[in-house]
């Protein structure tokens, strides 16, 4: 029986703890690889082996091992992206829309949720003054998420310091 795994969902402010959990889950099911290293190069065409083998026999080892390579990175990227795919809510699924990539995924998620574009720093500052306990909330999530929220801005390079 397959251990379940479950992990929060990206949404508009928990980015750098999804990304961490993410990370995790991929690692556990041995689908990081690609994320460590470049993609590589598809072998091409078979070598022809003539029928005495002369010749042939190590080009054609030397191709299977570099499909099989290709194949296995393959596979993990997609398997990546499924997980990525499924563990996002639909603003962000929106950026991904074209991307069909375990590893262009985790990139556009990146960019877009934790870059530090001057635009991103001001949605979460906005997001940090707006923030209000709703009357018989519960305290501790409010506080983690706010905390969420300084470790975003922290992500990019831009922790609140104490006059802000």
Known sequence: MEEKLKIAKLSGNNYSFWAKQMKSLLRTKGLWYPFT????????????????????NAQ?????????AYNEWVRQDEAAYDWIIMNIDHENANV??????????????????ASGTLANKFRIKKK???IRIKTGGD?????????????????MGEPLDEME
């Open 37 to 56: 290293t470049a993609r590589p190069a598809h072998p091409g065409a078979a070598p022809v082996v003539r029928e005495n083998g002369v010749g042939g």
């Open 60 to 68: 054609l080892a030397a191709y299977e091992q570099g499909l099989a």
């Open 96 to 113: 991904i829309h074209e991307v069909e990539s375990g590893t262009e995924a985790w990139n556009a998620l990146r960019n877009h949720n």
């Open 128 to 130: 940090i003054a707006d």
């Open 139 to 155: 305290m501790r999530g409010h506080l983690n998420e706010l905390q969420e929220l300084f470790n975003s801005l922290g992500d």
